[in-house]
């Protein structure tokens, strides 16, 4: 009788222990959720700071820039590691030998070194301008609602990564800088029809480089044969509901938006822009609110680099975005915007080149905005 009451006792406390421990996991999951949106606005507010309070910049003569740019070229030009992305075929066709630097200062001066006419697809880098697309249309908050803002820890495609945020984290923690995100954030700019969304995204684009830009149409036509996994994932996003209509939409405008045909000097003039605040410093059009910038670099910082973000910004600090076409923005927040193209990429999908460049040039000029200021 006591065996039998103990054993009935023992699987009633075992029943209050397991609705505990569910109901603790349950508040551990909302605390996390409120603690990670805390989070993603504390980094934007840091970010947003750093930006606002424009760091002494180390006083550089224009010599000094272009001495910088010039030796940055000659120091990495035989550069050979990396090879062209090839699960796209039409980017393993380009001349992986391009390899051209460009920085744009915030009085819209522009200074090259190499190959900066040459055109490659802009690829993931458009994901900074089509988030910073519906930030300006909806303001930063929609971002990190319907998408989130923290970096995934897994490779830019992974379906895994919806898997984990819908299941165990049970909200928006992905980001607009890997596909899942970035597809989201498409779906999410305003427009009637396609062409009305597709016009919003490409003149975005264009405003922030000073041009009109166009669309290569044989990587769009290579790409859209080729992305199934992102026509899965387009569709793994609507069936949670990130994504509201029309996913199949979505992917092919990303997949056109991939597409975007640059060069290094339309890249930096991109990036010279969110280093101005918003305001194309060679135009002086204001395509971006000042105040959406901060949660811009935010992301960048967070994610910009695919697996390598956190090694990218632990030696360089500057926020950034790379593209598998070979292309790598830059900014150092009041004091220049830097793009590197150099198609060769590592294990991680970075061009090789662009990020040795890069480093190289903003150490030159006191490009790192964490870097301890020196009073002379």
């Not at 120091?75 to 391009?98: E, R, S």
């Not at 029809?193 to 995204?201: A, G, L, P, Q, Y």
Request: proline share 5%; glycine share 10%.
């Amino acid at each position: 009788m006591n065996q039998r009451f103990n054993m009935a006792e023992l699987r009633r406390i075992t029943l209050v222990r397991h609705d505990s421990v569910r109901a603790q996991s349950s508040r551990e999951r909302r605390c996390s959720r409120e603690f990670f949106s805390v989070r993603g606005t504390l980094v934007m507010l840091g970010l947003g700071a750093l930006s606002a309070l424009a760091l002494p910049a180390v006083a550089q003569t224009p010599q000094q820039i272009q001495a910088a740019l010039d030796s940055a070229l000659g120091k990495f030009k035989d550069v050979k590691q990396g090879a062209n992305a090839d699960y796209i075929p039409a980017l393993a066709k380009v001349d992986p030998n391009i390899f051209g630097i460009a920085l744009v200062t915030p009085d819209g001066k522009v200074y090259t070194a190499g190959d900066v006419k040459s055109q490659v697809s802009i690829q993931s880098i458009s994901k900074v301008f089509t988030m910073a697309r519906v930030i300006e249309e909806q303001g930063p908050e929609a971002i990190v609602q319907r998408i989130g803002v923290d970096a995934t820890g897994m490779r830019f495609n992974s379906i895994v990564s919806v898997e984990f945020a819908q299941k165990a984290l049970g909200g928006p923690e992905i980001n607009p800088l890997v596909n899942p995100g970035a597809i989201t954030a498409t779906s999410m700019v305003s427009g009637a029809n396609r062409d009305e969304v597709w016009k919003h995204i490409l003149d975005f684009h264009s405003d922030f480089a000073g041009r009109p830009l166009t669309v290569d149409k044989e990587v769009f036509d290579s790409e859209a044969a080729t992305n199934q996994r992102n026509q899965a994932i387009g569709a793994l996003m609507y069936a949670y509901g990130f994504i509201k209509d029309n996913p199949a939409r979505a992917t092919d405008i990303y997949t056109e938006q991939c597409a975007i045909s640059v060069n290094a000097r339309d890249l930096a003039v991109m990036a010279g822009t969110l280093a101005n605040s918003g305001k194309n410093p060679v135009t002086g059009k204001q395509v971006l609110k000042a105040n959406y910038v901060p949660g811009v670099l935010a992301v960048m910082a967070t994610a910009g680099l695919y697996d390598d973000s956190g090694k990218w910004l632990f030696r360089t600090g500057l926020p950034a975005k790379s593209g598998v076409g070979g292309g790598i923005i830059a900014v150092s927040p009041g004091k220049f915007g830097i793009a590197v193209i150099s198609p060769p990429l590592d294990a991680a999908g970075n061009s090789v080149k662009a990020q040795l460049a890069i480093e190289a040039v903003s150490n030159a000029l006191g490009g790192n905005p964490y870097a301890p200021v020196v009073k002379r």
